[in-house]
């Protein structure tokens, strides 16, 4: 079976079962909440509506908020396309589905490859809608508060396109994650915990340790704010400074260096190896 063939069979078993929406809409309201609750409350107190001093840290100038709210969808909304990427690999195990796959694609790379693509497109359609949710409702709350929604701006647009390449590197991340790790609880498990527990933790401490924070600018979280440009935790100061000095490419190669070891390994250390 081709490399087409392969992702066509891939991007049929997504789209026949129900998880990929269900994902789907918990990022849409997960994300448009949050952008509308900070955005609103951003944009209050840049536009003198209610005091800054009812901010217990320092408010984010008006220039910026629109970066700030729209990079939400990655800031907060990356685990989404991680948990696809992740599933996508690990149903397979769990519901006994890889030995037909195998049957049907003897070529074991060809049919990873066909995963890998068909979670290009996954990662595309879930930044499609991470946007949405962070940049409707932000643009409109700025404009409803008198301030730029900047979407004018070039810089604005090229921050939502890293913000799509974000999407989609962290579904290979999730991929490469499923591939190394069988039992879909455990991937899921993990993957979790390290990216909502372990690395914001290890983000904040370095705020307060000198030296630290370049050691985790080199985190995924870390690498993917460096790639977008923007995210409320680095602006805000709630995981420190880590990835602040990483340029954009330099982000956006690091979370590509990140899913391309997973996959490797993946592949050399589990893909391999017999089912039954």
Known sequence: MSLVHATRSELTKQFTTSIWWILALILLLYVGVTAGGLGATFA??????????????????????????????????????LLIGTLLVTGEFRHKTLTPTFLATPRRGIALG??????????GLYAVVGIIAAVAPGAGLLAGFGLDAQLGSSDTW???GRMVLAFVLWVL????????????????????????FVEPIVRTVASFVDGLSTVTEYLPGAASDALVGASVFTTLGGAGDAGASLAWWGGGLLLLGYAAVFLVLGYLVSWRRDVS
Do not use: C, H, W
């Open 114 to 123: 066909g995963k890998v693509t068909a979670g290009l497109v996954m990662g």
């Open 158 to 160: 090229a921050l939502i």
């Open 173 to 196: 991340v999730g991929i490469g994650a499923g591939t190394l790790i069988r039992n879909q609880v455990a991937a899921i498990v993990g993957v979790l915990a390290f990216t909502q």
């Open 44 to 81: 209050a107190v840049a536009s003198g509506v209610i005091g800054p001093d009812t901010m217990n840290g320092p408010a984010p100038s008006a220039e910026m908020l629109a970066p700030l709210i729209y990079s939400l969808a990655t800031s907060v909304g990356y685990v989404f396309p």
